[in-house]
């Protein structure tokens, strides 16, 4: 058995003393580990760091195995991370949560997607924003997908400023102003476009945050360390 796909590498773990195991998330065969013979390997550790975009082969003797892997460097994305703690701290929290969320070998062809776009979005000054939806469109990968769209209540499609935590939908100002003390906040960049200053970034990773945990229970701890940069 054996494939070759575009893969962005989720993880790396030490396997024995050159080996390491790889996690990726696949364009076309889903999230997918792999043994990489010589990961610690001068030519593959700037391969293997997170967030990069490879060319993956992968091979087994049958399908349930670990297999092997070789890879080739595609884009560097990871770089475009190092020396700044903010947008670090963002690309190791969606690699983890990927990794967390996604059934293996399945394919997950919106989560590559807005992985994609958030890797691609990381040196600009909107790659806050472009994170909190890369995580609404992970709850939409894995079934759990809001309703942002019009107000549950009304069915309008203007002013809506609230989500409700049972439903996901979202709820105008003045249908949700009775128990706005119950609803989550929407904030204005997620329902009307633009990129969110600090304030609707940290109500949309608050949103986001709350399903992701209902659904997935514990969050990985690299999410936490996100979160608190927002929260100073």
Not at 73 to 92: M, N, T, V, Y
Not at 172 to 192: N, Y
Request: with cysteine.
């Amino acid at each position: 058995m054996e494939w070759e796909d575009e893969a962005l590498v989720l993880s790396v773990r030490r396997h024995g003393e050159h080996g390491g195991i790889v996690g990726l998330l696949t364009l076309t065969h889903g999230r997918h580990a792999g043994l990489l013979h010589g990961a610690a390997s001068k030519a593959n550790r700037g391969i293997v760091l997170p967030g990069n975009r490879v060319r993956a082969w992968w091979r087994g003797r049958l399908a349930e195995q670990l297999g092997s892997l070789r890879l080739e460097l595609l884009k560097a994305h990871a770089s475009d991370a190092l020396g700044d703690p903010g947008r670090l701290a963002a690309l190791g929290s969606a690699c983890a949560l990927a990794e967390c969320s996604l059934p293996e070998r399945q394919a997950h062809p919106g989560a590559y997607a807005a992985l994609s776009a958030l890797l691609t979005a990381l040196p600009a000054e909107s790659w806050p924003s472009v994170y909190v939806h890369f995580e609404l469109a992970l709850l939409r990968d894995i079934g759990f997908g809001l309703d942002l769209s019009a107000c549950a209540a009304t069915g309008t499609t203007e002013d809506l400023v609230y989500v409700s935590p049972r439903t996901g939908r979202a709820v105008s100002r003045q249908a949700g102003e009775p128990w706005k003390d119950r609803l989550l906040l929407l904030p204005r960049f997620l329902s009307g476009g633009g990129e969110g200053d600090r304030d609707e970034i940290r109500a949309g990773l608050d949103l986001a945050g709350f399903f992701l945990g209902r659904h997935l229970g514990t969050l990985p701890p690299a999410r936490s360390r996100l979160v608190d940069r927002f929260r100073v």
